[in-house]
């Protein structure tokens, strides 16, 4: 098996003010400064970005957006572009998380496009995928996602290899309940064979694939040990210091 970095990338989501978000990387910072055997990627609000970048400037941590436009400038009110987060030296994009998706509506071709535009600018997109409860229970959730990442990737064959895709079941999302380990395996199993199947099998064996819902320090290692989950997404546990770089520390 090809040997893949971990990857944990922090979701702030629409939380920190700019002062709490300046102590919480600095705080994350202490620890994980020189942390080279696992990617670590903060993701702060847009309002944050400049500062949190300021703070990890010296450090290995690197800067990751929510959301953007796929646009590259023009009359899009309220929305940011691929060239804006460059100029913030953001590395990583959030694209197509379930909260877009279900809250403000994006569509798999929107998500496309978004992907599209990051690549272009050279920004590492870490897309979203994961079913809802109901496609769980009713034994839909391979077809879900296998339908999400053919719709999603359309045309990107080549690029596969270079983007980071994230499961993040909707059922644990922020809601204390987490995939078992095998159920995190068993889909991100399924996800690296769509991939060997839209990509081929060297993109397949090169493509990182973050578990995201619900990581807390007691549940991390175990899930970061499955051979095909490749890191996490975190988004309550990212809140607080501690808990992202204990979290860290899990997947090393
Ligand atoms: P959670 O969120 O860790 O709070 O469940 C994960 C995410 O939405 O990325």
Same mark, same amino acid.
């Given at each position: 098996m090809k040997f893949r970095k971990k990857i944990i990338a922090g979701n702030w989501k629409m939380n920190k003010t700019?002062?709490?978000?300046?102590?919480l990387?600095?705080?994350?910072?202490?620890?994980?400064? #020189?942390?080279r055997e696992v990617d670590v %990627?903060?993701?702060p609000p847009f309002t944050a970005l400049k500062t949190v970048g300021e703070v990890i400037a010296d450090t290995h941590i690197?800067?990751?957006? +929510?959301n953007m436009h796929w646009e590259t400038s023009g009359a899009f009110t309220g929305e940011i572009s691929p060239a804006m987060l460059r100029d913030l030296f953001c590395r990583y994009v959030i694209i197509g998380h379930s909260e877009r998706r279900s809250i403000f509506g994006e569509t #798999?071709?929107?998500?496309?496009?978004?992907?599209?535009?990051?690549?272009?600018?050279?920004?590492?997109p870490i897309l979203?995928? *994961?079913?809802?409860?109901?496609? /769980?229970?009713? *034994?839909?959730?391979?077809? %879900?996602? /296998?339908?999400?990442?053919?719709?999603?990737?359309d045309g990107l064959k080549d690029e596969a290899k270079s983007i980071v895709i994230a499961y993040e079941p909707v059922w644990a999302i922020g809601t204390g309940r987490t995939a078992t380990p095998e159920q995190a395996q068993e889909m991100h199993a399924h996800i690296r064979g769509v991939i060997s199947e839209l990509a081929g099998e060297e993109a397949a064996s090169?493509? /990182?694939? +973050?578990? *995201? *819902?619900? %990581?807390?320090?007691?549940n991390a290692a175990e899930i970061f040990r499955q051979p095909d989950v490749d890191g996490g997404l975190i988004g309550g546990a990212s809140l607080e210091a501690r808990s992202?770089?204990?979290i860290v520390k899990a997947s090393g």
């Open positions: 700019l002062a709490d978000a300046e102590n990387a600095s705080a994350i910072k202490l620890d994980l400064a #020189d942390c %990627v903060l993701c690197k800067l990751g957006a +929510q #798999d071709a929107m998500i496309n496009r978004k992907l599209r535009a990051a690549l272009a600018a050279n920004l590492t979203c995928v *994961g079913e809802a409860l109901q496609e /769980r229970d009713s *034994g839909r959730a391979v077809d %879900v996602v /296998r339908q999400q990442l053919t719709a999603d990737l090169a493509v /990182r694939i +973050q578990y *995201g *819902g619900s %990581v807390k320090p007691s992202f770089v204990e």
